[in-house]
Structures are given as C-alpha cells and as structure tokens.
C-alpha cells in the first residue's frame, strides 16, 4: 500500500523557516509528481509545489515562488519543501500527495492519487 507521512510542521514567526518532510513506502518512484499542498481554515486545499521524480522539473504557485523550494531525495523515498520568510497568510495544513499519471503533473489536487496525513503549518505575525 502506498504511505505517505508529512512532518515538520510547528509554529514559527512571520519571516521564520520550517522545512517540511514528506516519507513515501509502498512504491518505486518513476515519473511521478510529488507535490505539497496546503489547506487553510475555510479555503479549498490549494496546490504549494510540486517535482517530478525523474527530471527535477518543479513548480511553484505564485504565492510562494522565490521563497519555497521543493526538493527530493530518491534514495530515502522522502521530498521536502524548504519554507523561508513565512507569512501568516502560509498557516495552512501542509499535505504532501503523489501523482502516478501524466494528470498529477500539471501540480492539481484532481491530478494526485495518494495523500499523506497533513502537518500544521503556524505562522504568528
């Protein structure tokens, strides 16, 4: 079965850091989308960034370009997002997800096919 654990949540204070983890079991990546995507109290779960296992390929939704960075490591089955200078407007939960299709690599919700329990991201002004 595919497994997916975030972590690395917490509070911090606007202009801080986190860098989240996201620990994949349960299949071998091959041309996959694994993205991060954050769900705030009353909004819609939005799609943060994503990379493709194979190239490196990223991207990143407007709000977070020049200050999230997505990275993966194939050999520990884990990707990462780097969180600089946050916001209050980042408090959100953080879920990572997968996308086994050519779907998931447009960086959607309908286009990942795995999910992994979120981590709370807080962000006190």
């Known amino acids: 079965d595919v497994q997916l654990q975030a972590s690395g949540g917490g509070l911090v204070q606007a202009g801080g850091s986190l860098r989240l983890s996201c620990a994949a079991s349960?299949?071998?990546?091959?041309?996959?989308?694994l993205g991060w995507f954050r769900q705030a109290p009353g909004k819609e779960r939005e799609e943060v960034s994503c990379i493709n296992s194979d190239d490196g390929t990223t991207y990143y939704t407007g709000s977070v370009q020049g200050r999230f960075t997505i990275s993966s490591d194939i050999a520990k089955k884990t990707w990462y997002l780097q969180m600089n200078n946050l916001t209050p407007e980042d408090t959100a939960v953080y879920y990572c997800?997968?996308?086994?299709?050519?779907?998931?690599?447009?960086?959607?919700?309908?286009?990942?096919?795995?999910w992994g329990k979120g981590t709370q991201v807080t962000v006190s002004s």
């Open positions: 997800a997968v996308g086994f299709t050519d779907w998931g690599k447009e960086c959607r919700r309908y286009g990942m096919n795995s």
């Open positions: 349960g299949f071998t990546f091959d041309d996959h989308t």
